[in-house]
């Protein structure tokens, strides 16, 4: 008799203990879903950067990043005379940006890079109409600079 009393208090403690565990997990989802409810404007393939409105091509957003790296270089007064950099970054489905590739032969330039690449405007990321979703989109190119003058700006 007392066995079953243990069993049925212990099958009621997990019960109750799953329970309270669903709950909690249901509330985390919740909370990310809220999140990802977040509308852009952008509803092209292509992630969309400040100042490629009208121009929401890819060319466009990676001379624009291109053109944040230089800038920077300028506000530190340091100039690059024969350079190439590597560039690659992952635009997420929720806007955020990491950084894969940066890589030079010029320390300070991938410093500079790295520096301007963690700190670039909002970037809202690419849709497709395909999944009706925003998706996450990641591109690499590289950025050759002689005397301070990008050299291959990226045409479409």
Known sequence: MKFKYLLLYTTMAAIFLLASCKEKKNDE??????ELK???SNKNMVPLIENCESDPTLS???NTISDIILEEAKKR????INDTLQVEILVKYDGSTSILKNKTSNPLLEKISYDALSSLPEIEPAYTDFQNSYVNMSFSWFIIIQNDVLTNRIKE
């Open 29 to 34: 989802k919740s909370n990310d879903q809220v």
């Open 77 to 80: 007064k340091v100039s690059l």
């Open 38 to 40: 977040r509308e852009f």
């Open 60 to 62: 466009c957003l990676q």
